[in-house]
């Protein structure tokens, strides 16, 4: 069944969430140039990067990303969806196993919606220490 | 000269934004609680913590870590900001000062605005590795 993604905007937004971490689990790089918006606003900070800004740096993160051929699988929990307007924002636990361990990762994924399609316009992840707080 | 925060956007979310840090710097409480949206829609992932969500868990990690008496100092850099409607988002460095030392935050602050006021909707920050990318 398709989800009805056009007449609930938390609902599309969850799937475009979604859609991110199956191109990201693929290694998809055209699941992700058709996810992102192209342009000059658009944010990505990987855990420990600092933020890329546009889409040409953020496309070669990926490209470096995929290339590592890590073969991550993302366990994404605690999605808490945000919608304002025609923007919105995801925030999520990336559980992740591959890569020789497993880790948790905190991330903020933001969209905006364009001739009714929701498309990302920027991620950030910040690694949970595993022990305690700050 | 006061800022034409009224008319531009832009200029108003880098204010709020800065009085984010201006807060933080401050250990200014107050200064925080009337920044924030007072709602369960808000979020703030701390570097290394897991993310939290509404102003009372919120407001708590500011009480926590304004007790901790750090005294740290922020040189804000790199802001980025997007407008979109009544939602908007500023990328930042945070160079922070004290602590027993100094790092770099990559951070990601969002903003709503409600009765033309510009209200923080959420705050996550990434440390920056120091050597080095993923």
Known sequence: MEPETGTDPTAAVLAANRAFYDAFEASDLDAMSDLWLHDDT???????????????????????????????????????????????????????????GSGTVAALNVFVRRDGQWHMAGHAGSPVARQGQD
């Open 42 to 100: 658009i944010f990505c900070t990987h855990p420990g990067w600092r933020t890329l800004h546009g889409w040409g740096a953020i496309a070669a993160s990926w490209v470096a990303l995929f290339r590592n051929g890590q073969n991550l699988q993302f366990i994404v929990t605690a999605e808490h969806v945000v919608v304002a307007g025609d923007a919105a924002w995801v925030t999520c636990d990336e559980n992740i196993l591959g890569g020789g």
